[in-house]
């Protein structure tokens, strides 16, 4: 049993953290891509149609996964765990939270613009033609040092108290995009930037406000923040370029596509 009073287990226990969250960014992509058939695909067509082996795997995978999270779930007491799902949510209070982010995004944007720099050329080179040559010239990033971490937003407490409990982590996050400028928790990553910039081409298409409002209009639907289309969207676009960085595609492209067929 690890103990913070001693020092050796304190750098064990920072490592299973990292490790921790490693595991947690894989669940989160494979949520997203489960996510994305249970859009597009009944489960009665998967059941009839897919590919039996690949669904006995998957099936194993998820309830192994179930299982040992589950029990892991089990030891945490309830007082941790925290209160109960809000109940119905009014139009009212979904447009006083979209507006609340639009603040939000506009404030950590212009905190962090003056200490921003441009793409490098030869991150804009890896970055194109997933990404037009535009965008990547008005996108500026900042790289935090130290424990510096982006913060939470001011009105999570007021919205934690009223049961949305799964609100997103800023200060886990790898990156965040304020409209044009690109904030890294940690250190730098190809994977960090093409996620962050999926993000700002959907700022660039949907415009601030409305990114906001569907945003909040899933999350209250969904109450998790990896299954928001929005989110959802820039997980698959970002293992697609993980997985085949060769295989170029243009996110715009993408971006746009959902954007008419209403899947945001």
Not at 94 to 120: K, M
Not at 228 to 248: G, I, N, Y
Request: proline share 4%; glycine share 4%; net charge neutral.
């Amino acid at each position: 049993m690890f103990s913070w009073d001693k020092p050796e287990d304190r750098v064990t226990i920072a490592q299973m953290n990292s490790e921790l969250q490693h595991a947690e960014l894989e669940l989160l992509s494979a949520h997203c891509a489960t996510h994305q058939l249970r859009l597009r695909y009944s489960s009665d067509d998967i059941a009839r149609f897919g590919r039996r082996e690949v669904l006995r795997k998957s099936f194993e995978a998820a309830s192994a996964l179930n299982e040992f999270y589950g029990a892991i779930e089990k030891k945490i007491p309830a007082t941790e765990q925290g209160p109960g799902l809000a109940g119905n949510v009014t139009e009212e209070q979904i447009v006083e939270a979209a507006t609340r982010v639009v603040s939000y995004l506009r404030e950590q944007r212009e905190r962090y613009l003056n200490t921003a720099r441009p793409l490098a050329n030869h991150q804009k080179a890896l970055m194109w033609p997933y990404f037009s040559a535009p965008l990547l010239e008005s996108i500026k990033i900042v790289e935090l040092k130290g424990k510096e971490r982006v913060a939470n937003p001011s009105f999570y407490e007021e919205y934690r108290a009223l049961g949305f409990v799964n609100l997103p982590e800023v200060t886990h996050m790898q990156s965040l995009t304020f409209v044009d400028v690109i904030v890294f928790n940690e250190r730098f990553a190809e994977r960090s930037l093409f996620h962050g910039l999926v993000h700002a081409v959907q700022f660039e298409v949907l415009g601030l406000e409305r990114y906001a409002e569907l945003f909040v209009r899933s999350f209250v639907n969904t109450r998790l923040h990896f299954s928001v289309p929005l989110e959802a969207h820039a997980f698959s676009l970002e293992s697609r370029f993980v997985a085949k960085p060769a295989s170029r595609f243009s996110v715009e492209e993408q971006v746009r596509l959902w954007v008419k067929q209403e899947r945001y």
